[in-house]
């Protein structure tokens, strides 16, 4: 049974054409007015085989990206658990940067709640997922975010770095001219961080 707020929710995302700067910004302002729709929002984006996740993964990301990425905390457990499911690219690249939000925001030199919230068994599911999008077929965008999700979690986790550079030599560094450029990027990354071990 659907909720009255996912019901109005869904209505708005319907009504997005496209995923112009200006219909993910009202969409995301009718989201922020009303912080109840938020965890439909989360919900929503992982309807794995319904097209609505689409614009629902937009949202969330225009959100972590534009507002704050404090929002998707209370829902770590979910998205970190649900991320393995998505099956289309344009909700894919969005949750893939999410990822790379969080790791960025682990990793920052000051304190924050990413900090504090993100589990071990979140990070793990962040990277098991990062790599199986990096072994199977997708954007040149989930690809960018994704190697340095890794690269960055491979700061914390030690077996991560060597099958990432394994990864991009064997595979990455052999597909577009932009995913070519952002693993070289990766492996530079990877051997400066060895030499300061």
Same mark, same amino acid.
């Given at each position: 049974?659907?909720?009255?707020?996912?019901?109005?929710?869904?209505?708005?995302?319907?009504?997005?054409?496209?995923?112009?700067?200006?219909?993910?910004n009202?969409?995301a302002? *009718?989201?922020?007015?009303?912080?109840?729709?938020?965890?439909?929002?989360?919900? *929503?984006?992982?309807?794995?085989?319904?097209?609505? @996740?689409?614009?629902? /993964?937009? =949202?969330?990301?225009? *959100?972590?990206?534009?507002? +704050? !990425?404090?929002?998707?905390? #209370?829902?770590?457990?979910?998205?970190?658990?649900?991320?393995?499911?998505?099956?289309?690219? +344009?909700?894919?690249r #969005?949750?893939?940067?999410?990822?790379?939000?969080?790791?960025?925001?682990?990793?920052?030199k000051?304190?924050?709640?990413?900090?504090k919230?993100?589990?071990?068994?979140?990070?793990?599911?962040?990277?098991?997922?990062?790599?199986?999008?990096?072994?199977? #077929?997708?954007?040149? /965008?989930?690809?960018?975010?994704?190697?340095?999700?890794?690269?960055?979690?491979?700061?914390?986790? @030690?077996?991560i770095? #060597?099958?990432?550079?394994?990864? =991009?030599?064997? &595979?990455? !560094?052999?597909? @577009?001219?932009?995913? &070519?450029?952002?693993?070289?990027?990766?492996?530079?990354?990877?051997?400066?961080?060895?030499?300061?071990?």
């Amino acid at each position: 049974m659907s909720t009255p707020n996912q019901l109005y929710l869904l209505t708005q995302l319907n009504n997005m054409q496209t995923a112009a700067k200006e219909n993910r910004n009202n969409v995301a302002n *009718i989201v922020l007015e009303n912080k109840n729709l938020f965890a439909e929002l989360v919900s *929503i984006t992982f309807w794995a085989d319904d097209k609505i @996740s689409i614009k629902a /993964a937009w =949202i969330l990301e225009w *959100i972590c990206t534009h507002e +704050s !990425i404090d929002w998707i905390l #209370p829902y770590l457990e979910q998205f970190t658990q649900n991320i393995t499911h998505l099956k289309f690219d +344009s909700a894919i690249r #969005p949750c893939a940067k999410i990822c790379e939000h969080l790791a960025n925001a682990y990793f920052h030199k000051k304190e924050n709640k990413t900090k504090k919230t993100l589990t071990t068994q979140q990070i793990e599911a962040i990277v098991t997922t990062g790599f199986d999008w990096l072994i199977t #077929p997708q954007k040149i /965008a989930v690809r960018a975010y994704t190697m340095n999700t890794l690269y960055l979690f491979g700061l914390k986790n @030690s077996w991560i770095h #060597p099958e990432l550079k394994h990864l =991009i030599e064997s &595979k990455i !560094i052999h597909e @577009s001219k932009g995913t &070519k450029a952002r693993g070289k990027q990766i492996l530079l990354l990877i051997e400066k961080h060895k030499k300061f071990e």
